[in-house]
């Protein structure tokens, strides 16, 4: 079946010309993502009436809202205005950067704790992830305070959940604010190897480079680094189709023009969604109809406000955004899980190979036994997890949505404390 997909796939790639390349980035609040991705966007991409509309677009934010212009590059993926006044990224969103080889599609997500579902969800969707970290967070060591582990970890398990080959591209930003760089750049690939043989990421696959991006103004934007290299090497990227069974589809808002179209970027997961195929969602069976959207035939599944949508040709005609997700699944409220890998220790241990004092890492550790809490990622939405039994590493929990659109169901099991960092894995 999946030899049936990965021809059909060829053909269309023939047929078009392009493939596209997802690339989900990843990385602690303000190290530097939307800024990257909006570079190599302003840089590379020959959509330039994108470019265009986002620009003015934004300088009208800075006359009115006086926002300043070091956000340009940020909000030339950024959607709501919320985002570009409070300078932060909150909505995961896709853009798509046309060159004139392949697509790729870049998910940029937001790094603060509260978003480290996005990482999970993104991370499936994508054929590699590319990280940030900036230098003063290798500088301060801030790896494990803030999310940069988390997502780690989170993009390694869940790329091995699905058979995907873990390769990371992990990009020193801000280099430009800080003359010895290069000291961080080597502390970095160390401290990366303490991190994965702590974890035995005996498979990882690590590219390292550098990235500096001053914005003085629209017209004046100065960068030092390894860009090109890196988009070089992210067009190389293999693509992966994993999971043909037991789907996950990852649903995405349209940027334009209908709010509340979402678009199934879920080509990678599914292989096609044929006409008039049924599909599992969280509104139960549904049939896959053929509609026209911005001159293209989508084949869609639609309920109310959601819409899955896959575009003929794995092409997504314009950039979107996102997204919850929508899948095959089973619907519970109880889980059983068969193992639980509990890798808390290994964090412990990172920690004092690196030298940290443990207090001042802000990670809580949780102390499992029977009526205790974790939490998962499900659906795109924080999920509570009650201990009920405990046996060794097999667990009984109750599953409490917290804030989902959605219903308790299984998912990847990959486990958080309350504060979002990771602190396990588990089979359902
Ligand atoms: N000097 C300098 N500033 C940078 C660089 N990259 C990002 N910044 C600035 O750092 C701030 C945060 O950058 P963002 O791109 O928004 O960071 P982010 O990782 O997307 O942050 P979240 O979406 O909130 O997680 C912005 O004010 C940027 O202008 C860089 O290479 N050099
Ligand atoms: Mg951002």
């Known amino acids: 079946m999946i030899t049936t997909i990965l021809k059909e796939r060829n053909l269309n790639s023939v047929f078009l010309g392009q493939l596209m390349k997802v690339i989900n980035v990843s990385g602690s609040v303000n190290s530097g993502k939307s800024t990257l991705i909006g570079y190599l966007l302003y840089k590379y991409s020959v959509e330039r009436y994108y470019i265009d509309l986002k620009t003015r677009y934004f300088q009208m934010m800075m006359k009115t809202n006086k926002v300043p212009v070091s956000e340009y590059l940020a909000n030339l993926i950024q959607v709501s205005t919320d985002e570009t006044l409070r300078q932060m990224t909150m909505i995961s969103k896709a853009v798509r950067l046309k060159t004139d080889k392949d697509n790729l599609v870049f998910i940029d997500v937001g790094g603060h704790h509260k978003y480290t579902f996005q990482v999970h969800l993104s991370s499936v969707e994508s054929d590699t992830t590319l990280f940030t970290v900036g230098v003063d967070e290798v500088k301060e060591r801030a790896y494990i305070r803030e999310t940069f582990l988390t997502h780690f970890i989170t993009s390694y398990i869940t790329r091995k959940s699905f058979s995907k080959t873990p390769v990371f591209h992990l990009v020193l930003t801000k280099v430009d604010t800080e003359p010895n760089y290069d000291k961080y750049f080597e502390q970095l690939k160390e401290d990366i190897n303490v991190i994965t043989k702590n974890l035995g990421m005996n498979d990882v696959v690590l590219f390292y480079y550098t990235s500096g991006i001053k914005i003085n103004s629209i017209n004046d934007i100065n960068s030092m680094g390894d860009h090109e290299t890196l988009l070089k090497n992210l067009l190389k990227t293999e693509r992966n189709i994993i999971n043909e069974k037991g789907t996950v589809f990852h ?178």
């Open 251 to 428: 649903v995405r808002d349209l940027m334009y023009p209908e709010r509340n179209v979402r678009v199934l970027g879920g080509r990678l997961m599914t292989g096609r969604i044929e006409k008039k195929q049924y599909i599992n969602t969280q509104f139960g069976e549904l049939q896959v109809k053929e509609l026209e959207l911005f001159g293209n035939k989508v084949n869609v599944i639609n309920q109310g406000d959601y819409a899955g949508i896959r575009f003929e040709n794995d092409e997504i005609t314009e950039n979107f955004r996102g997204g919850e997700i929508l899948g095959n699944y089973r619907l519970t409220k109880q889980l059983n899980i068969r193992r639980f890998v509990d890798l808390q220790d290994n964090i412990k241990n990172i920690i004092n190979e690196l030298g940290l004092p443990i207090t001042s890492q802000h990670f809580t550790f949780v102390n499992y036994k029977e009526g205790s809490y974790f939490y998962t990622t499900i659906n795109g939405f924080r999920n509570k997890m009650k201990i009920n039994t405990l046996e060794k590493n097999m667990f009984t929990v109750d599953l409490e949505k917290e804030n989902s659109l959605f219903l308790n169901t299984p998912n990847t099991g990959i486990a958080y404390n309350n504060e979002n960092k990771l602190i396990g894995a588990f089979i359902i």
